[in-house]
């Protein structure tokens, strides 16, 4: 007599209650769920740079930056204090390695988010990842995209993203500001022919950034055109290709800069860096890491390299005073053009996608 | 051709095969090739013969003889290119392989068991094609299992790991898998390939133990004059994909017929059990 | 003489399923924002007696709209895995298959990076744009299922060694793709899809994507259990397997084709999580031996248990920030296996 299999199907339907069971919590928590309390049932709708159209609560009091990019424009927008949670590469300006983290720009822990209850999560398309923002949607919580490919594009994204938090006279002030920075810089070095350059983003292998890039863009802008012609936006450079193109000026960002130096020489002793004048003939400009970031502060290492690389046309000191309301100017900043201690330091978010970037944008 | 004689023998009528024959192999012919627009690289032509309940018949020849296409072909295995195999009057290939494999069981030489099993769960795997999907082993199966091996003497063997017991133990413990299947045929190809004499005679023995209490049709395929001789009933002599001659031990084992089968000079004479027995001559 | 009953078979499957309540507890209790049992307790009751509205909207967000469905996917991908993981290895013979060996997860992640690419130019409605990428990657997979299948013939049937070098093969040059499209794209999308290739079960999905992945995996691990019996017998080998009764393209073809599914559903959410799906049954093989009869099951229940584990300690290790989870199956897993396979051998 041989046992039958209708004891199998028992554990069988044992485990498909407790599963089914499993599944229908969410199912049903998602169907009962109460609203976040801190939305009110106004709504905005807006289309961000991603071209979503993206549900807004009005007002916007609890914003979560998921870019350091973001965080330096919600800083100079004046807004800090509606900042509930960054990301832990959000260093800039000090304060906001005060507010509360939830993770890195890529993987943030999405419970860390939602326990904040934000009314708005801010997200750069290049940074951050697609399905953040589908699981941003999912739980219910509004999200904002910025998309900024050119200088241009940063400050009128900061404008949109002033009005979008409510605040379009901060993101005014902000804009002339820097229309204004920029303007000047314009006049001074207009007349000059541009240096070429490469933006070494990471040395082995030889990383710059691409001609789309707002890195690139920002440098067209301080009169220095990159000798790198790709496309891509984080294209690996043949050494043989620098050579043969032979670049003015090597351009690196960093943010301690006493380590350069050192690093450059070691560079210069290597055969396929030392046929490349600008190596053996030690001429570089380094910039700090502000450049690495779509954000207000950018214009500031737009000028900082302007002067190492066209000292003749800030030969008197500029008019305009540094301090301008929202923002606030680090001290280091100001280097001068020849041998300073530099490092090439990377402080990279994720090394995933290459061998090393040093942007933490 | 005796061949022919012992055709006309076995056949009562040109249709059906006579009535108390289990087995029953009619004209069966097959061809390999490794491309189907090729030659045939090797060809079994047409063979024929019969085998009753509790009989045993060896397959016997040199190698490259055809005997295991033979064999692979009455297990089903193959389908023959021409001809039928008969077993009690079902066409063996248009079984499907749960109901052949309640009716035939083939013994292989050895086993590799990519994880390690105990002797009883080898057994038990013989009546998988008795049991149904997603049933386990019922009393009934485990009865079955542990007769099996007792039937083989390797009762004690059952605890034990397969891959911790000596081949010849390990050979009886495949045979008892194979009894276990209770079936009506049991198929063996070179048994006695890797055991010493005394499990070459042990083997043989029990299966003609086993084929008269059992009344199973034995096949054994060898190259084993002797053993051949001494324990089958009917034996099928194979050359070079032909069916030379089906007979008693006593019709085939002529000198001449082996000499020239097995390119060697020997002699046959009686041995003490009344069987043939053959001598190979060394040397000239 | 210890046949297997059923009466053993559940008992076994109980305490598994016992161990994985336990797990899911501890993993609701964990987590960036920390809960106290007591709350948890009293939160499920009230759930149970339908007061949903009275569970704490402090935490009832996070608990139940996120914690939980990712542990109930962790769940599904980690049962899914480890019956792969083991159908492969009796389907190839091979104790050194995973459920990636075929190819399916480099299928399933050129079809994710290329709906990563096709995003932006596809107007499509958010609920929809959101499945695209799992839809491609199970599109992926799918083509690559077919592609091996008809690879790893001969005569017409499945064999073992040819369908492992197709899928070999397949694998490497799939992988290719993957490393071109990654080095050369441009688009943004497809900076987050290293991270994605690591493994990772962060994403919240949909309720249809829950429906869909439960009712597959039971559909498809209940195809492979009917062949329980025939993969012990196919580990003996195929002729055997043959003369013992089993129908061996048939339950290749079964095996094959339900296995890369539960594939193509695991890598479709959640990326290639690495090593689930080679040592769960290793494991389980360890503690409850070779029967598939025992095994599918023990191997889908101790899949969910390490990846619900695992993945509680990449959310909670160095919290907010969230590491890979197949980097925690890999430092974690492969000791583990290590230890049990030498106390199996003394």
């Known amino acids: 007599m041989t046992e039958f299999a209708i004891p199998r199907f028992r554990s069988a339907i044992c485990i498909v209650i407790a599963a089914a069971l499993c599944a229908a919590a969410p199912l049903r928590a998602q169907s009962a769920s109460p609203t976040p309390p801190s939305s009110s049932p106004l709504f905005r709708e807006v289309t961000d740079e991603a071209g979503r159209t993206v549900r807004i609560p009005q007002p916007v009091r609890r914003i ?12 100079a927008l004046g807004l800090q204090d ?7 590469y959000c260093d800039y300006p000090p304060d906001a390695k005060t507010k509360t983290k939830v993770g890195g720009a890529i993987n943030p822990s999405l419970e860390q988010i939602a326990a904040l209850r934000p009314d708005l999560v801010l997200m750069t398309k290049s940074l951050n990842r697609l399905e953040t923002v589908y699981s941003l949607d999912n739980l219910g919580i509004s999200s904002y995209a910025t998309d900024p490919h050119t200088v241009d594009e940063i400050i009128s994204s900061s404008k949109k993203l002033a009005d979008v938090l409510g605040a379009p006279e901060a993101g005014n002030l902000l804009a002339a500001d820097i229309q204004h920075r920029l303007a000047d810089l314009y006049h001074r070095i207009a007349a000059l022919p541009p240096k070429r350059v490469l933006f070494a983003v990471w040395t082995e292998p030889l990383i710059s950034v691409g001609k789309d890039t707002f890195i690139a863009d920002a440098m067209r802008r301080a009169g220095a055109v990159s000798i790198v012609d790709s496309s891509q936006d984080w294209p690996q450079v043949n050494l043989e290709e620098v050579a043969h193109l032979q670049p003015d000026y090597l351009v690196f960002a960093s943010s301690h800069s006493e380590s350069v130096a050192p690093q450059l020489d070691a560079l210069a002793r290597l055969p396929g860096w030392r046929i490349i004048d600008a190596v053996r003939d030690r001429r570089y400009a380094v910039i700090s890491d502000a450049v690495n970031r779509p954000a207000p ?3 500031e290492a737009i000028e900082d390299l302007a002067k190492q690389l066209h000292p003749e046309a800030f030969a008197e000191k500029p008019e305009a005073g540094k301090e301008k309301p929202g923002k606030e100017i680090p001290q280091a900043q100001h280097q001068s053009f020849l041998h300073l201690p530099l490092d090439i330091h990377s402080s990279s978010p994720d090394a995933a996608t290459r061998g090393g970037c040093v942007c933490a944008r | 051709m005796s061949s022919s004689s012992a055709l006309a023998r076995n056949f009562g009528e040109p249709a059906r095969s006579s009535s108390d024959a289990r087995l029953s192999v009619e004209q069966v012919s097959y061809a390999y090739s490794a491309n189907p627009s090729q030659a045939p690289l090797f060809t079994l032509e047409a063979t024929s013969f019969q085998a009753k309940p509790g009989e045993i018949v060896a397959i016997l020849g040199p190698n490259a003889s055809g005997k295991s296409t033979l064999l692979k072909l009455i297990s089903g295995a193959l389908a023959p290119l021409s001809g039928r195999i008969l077993l009690n009057g079902f066409v063996i290939h248009s079984l499907t392989p749960r109901t052949r494999a309640q009716r035939i069981a083939v013994v292989q030489q050895e086993s590799r068991l990519l994880f390690p099993a105990q002797a009883w769960e080898f057994v038990l795997q013989g009546r998988h094609a008795h049991s149904r999907t997603l049933r386990f082993e019922s009393e009934d199966d485990v009865i079955i299992a542990k007769n099996a091996l007792a039937q083989v003497g390797a009762a004690d063997l059952s605890d034990r790991w397969m891959d911790q017991i000596s081949g010849g133990e390990k050979q009886r413990v495949i045979l008892a898998r194979a009894l276990a299947q209770q079936p009506l045929l049991l198929l063996l190809d070179e048994p006695t390939l890797h055991l010493d004499i005394a499990a070459q005679v042990d083997l043989l023995h029990s299966l003609r133990r086993l084929a008269a209490e059992n ?18 009933d009917q034996v099928v002599l194979m050359q070079r994909g032909r069916c030379l001659r089906v007979g008693s ?20 004479a009686l041995g003490s059990s009344g069987r043939p027995h053959v001598t190979v001559l060394s040397g000239t | 003489m210890r046949p297997l009953t059923f009466r053993r078979l559940f008992f076994q499957c109980f305490i598994l399923a016992l161990i994985l309540f336990i797990v899911v507890v501890v993993a609701m209790k964990f987590g960036a924002v920390p809960v106290s049992l007591y709350a948890l307790g009293r939160d499920v009751l009230r759930f149970l007696l339908g007061q949903t509205s009275q569970i704490s909207t402090d935490y009832g967000l996070i608990l139940w709209n996120i914690r939980l469905p990712r542990i109930l996917l962790a769940i599904i991908v980690g049962g899914s895995l480890s019956v792969a993981g083991t159908s492969f290895q009796a389907l190839l013979r091979n104790p050194l298959a995973d459920p990636y060996v075929l190819g399916v997860s480099s299928g399933a ?15 499509l409605p958010p609920a929809v744009s959101a499945l695209l990428t799992p839809m491609g ?20 049937q499945i064999d073992s060694t040819t369908l492992l070098l197709g899928g070999v093969i397949t694998a490497s040059f799939l992988n290719a793709i993957i490393m071109f499209l990654l080095s050369t794209v441009t688009s943004g999308n497809t900076r987050g899809m290293a991270f994605w290739l690591m493994g990772d079960l962060s994403t919240s999905y949909q309720k249809s994507v829950f429906w869909f992945l439960g009712i597959g995996f039971f559909v498809a691990t209940g195809a492979i259990y009917t062949t329980a019996t025939d993969l012990n ?13 089993v129908d061996v393209p048939r339950v290749r073809l079964v095996v094959y084709i339900a296995a890369s599914f539960l594939t193509g559903l695991a890598v479709s959410v959640s990326g290639s999580i690495a090593y689930v799906g080679l040592i769960v049954p290793h494991i389980m093989r360890l503690i409850f031996g070779s029967d598939h009869r025992t095994l599918l099951p023990t191997a889908a229940l101790g899949g969910a248990i390490a990846l619900v584990f695992a993945d509680t300690l990449a959310r909670t290790v160095v919290a907010p920030t969230e590491l890979a989870v197949g980097a925690v199956t890999a430092v974690v897993g492969a000791p583990l296996f290590i230890y049990l396979l030498r106390r199996g051998a003394s």
């Open chain 3, 109 to 123: 992640s050129v079809g994710a990076i290329l709906a990563l690419i096709a995003t932006p130019y596809l107007a």
């Open chain 2, 215 to 232: 009344r199973y049709t034995v096949v054994v395929v060898t190259h084993e004059l002797n053993l051949a001789a001494e324990y089958a």
């Open chain 1, 297 to 299: 502060r950018i214009v």
């Open chain 3, 233 to 245: 017998l196919l580990l003996a080998g195929e002729k055997e397997a043959m003369h013992l009764g």
């Open chain 2, 249 to 268: 031990p006593a019709t085939i084992y002529q000198r001449e017929l082996l000499e020239q089968v097995f390119q060697t000079p020997l002699t046959v």
């Open chain 1, 82 to 88: 509606r900042l509930v949670g960054d990301t832990d």
């Open chain 1, 64 to 75: 979560v930056s998921l870019a350091p990019s973001l965080t330096e424009t919600v800083y």
């Open chain 3, 137 to 156: 990657a199970f599109l992926g997979a799918a083509a690559t299922i077919a592609a091996v299948y008809f690879l790893g013939r001969r005569e017409g």
